[in-house]
């Protein structure tokens, strides 16, 4: 089906409108009629081609929640008007030992991504969310429990929602614990705010006294200007978890330090120029680890979903029609949005 969309024919062009073609759904699969796409940093990397590898025309955006507006005869789960979502996966090979145990963002033969992969579909490669429609097979489409008003604001945890979620959990953020999140932005800002939701103790690290206010706004029981060397000493190995959410390349030590003995340091971003080398001594000295986390399986983003609509849990967003889309990027970059812009899909057929 003739479908509108926005995206970029090559790395150096403007995002723009064009038609592309969606596969008539089959057995399993669910057709989504998108409301709402939330716009993430990888969009910008991918559209830019600066990850190198874009295949275009590139559709970007995987935070996609909507309603259901066709279902294949096999689909159990779903009905059509049904309130869904789509994050970063469409796909995977579903036999892999990782696969097998709900980690569906480790396949081991590679997950499809909802844009930019491989498949049979026209053109080559998937298509994402700054789109009218998307079809996708139904074990990754996600119920959405939160009310209607606030679907928008919802689009952004597929996401950066999952990504922060996944690592607290795995790492047992909850009462009693004492939990950082570094970097108040997209990501950093629903760390914040899920850290707290899961009872802990929640320090929100920034390198601007101006976030100070807005990071104890979202649910931070302590702020912490990382700029500051006295207010970093006093917090020395104290931490169970720091979730590290900054993607630049900065000094790991200054995190390190300010763990417990078995304390962990969680990165979830990836720096484009590599991060200077850890000191050893603050790992062996208190048996504390540096780890990565990526995403959340399908059945963890479930549960991240129904987490969120029972504390009523939503990122801080500003809506934007998808035509504003490259002044959106150019002030991301600048970190000049709280916390995550959000494309009205309404606005493609204007
Ligand atoms: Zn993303
Ligand atoms: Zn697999």
Redesign the pocket.
């Given at each position: 089906m003739t479908t509108k969309a926005y995206g970029a024919l090559a790395a150096d062009k403007p995002l723009e409108s064009m038609d592309i073609e969606r596969r008539t759904p089959g057995r399993h699969d669910v057709q989504i009629d998108i409301a709402y796409c939330g716009v993430c940093h990888s969009d910008l990397h991918t559209v830019r081609s600066e990850w190198a590898g874009t295949l275009y025309p590139c559709v970007p955006g995987h935070e996609i929640v909507g309603q259901v507006s066709a279902v294949g005869s096999n689909v159990k789960r779903f009905k059509l008007g049904d309130t869904v979502g789509v994050g970063c996966l469409v796909d995977?090979?579903?036999?892999?030992p990782?696969?097998a145990e709900g980690l569906?963002q480790y396949?081991?033969?590679a997950f499809v991504a909802t844009y930019n992969s491989r498949t049979p579909d026209a053109p080559g490669h998937t298509l994402g969310g700054y789109s009218q429609r998307i079809v996708v097979s139904d074990k990754f489409v996600l119920k959405i429990r939160h009310p209607q008003e606030q679907l928008a604001a919802v689009a952004p945890l597929l996401c950066a929602g999952i990504t922060t979620y996944s690592p607290l959990r795995h790492w047992q953020a909850g009462p009693g614990k004492k939990v950082g999140i570094v970097g108040i932005g997209g990501l950093g800002h629903m760390g914040v705010k899920i850290a707290h939701a899961m009872g802990a103790h929640t320090v929100a690290f920034t390198t601007s006294e101006s976030k100070r206010r807005d990071a104890l706004d979202l649910g931070a029981d302590e702020v912490v200007v990382s700029r500051d060397a006295d207010e970093m000493a006093r917090q020395a190995g104290t931490f169970d978890i720091i979730l590290d959410t900054v993607a630049a390349s900065h000094d790991l030590d200054a995190y390190t330090r300010l763990l417990k003995r078995d304390g962990t340091l969680v990165l979830v971003g990836v720096p484009e120029h590599a991060h200077p080398s850890p000191s050893v001594g603050n790992l062996i000295f208190r048996r504390t680890a540096i780890a990565g986390s990526m995403i959340g399986g399908l059945a963890e983003t479930q549960e991240m979903l129904d987490f969120c609509a029972e504390k009523n849990i939503v990122a801080d967003i500003e809506m934007i029609p998808v035509q504003d889309i490259d002044k959106a990027y150019e002030r991301m970059l600048k970190s000049d949005v709280k916390y995550r812009f959000v494309i009205d899909n309404a606005s493609l057929l204007g």
């Open positions: 995977s090979c579903q036999h892999c990782s696969c569906e396949c081991e033969n």
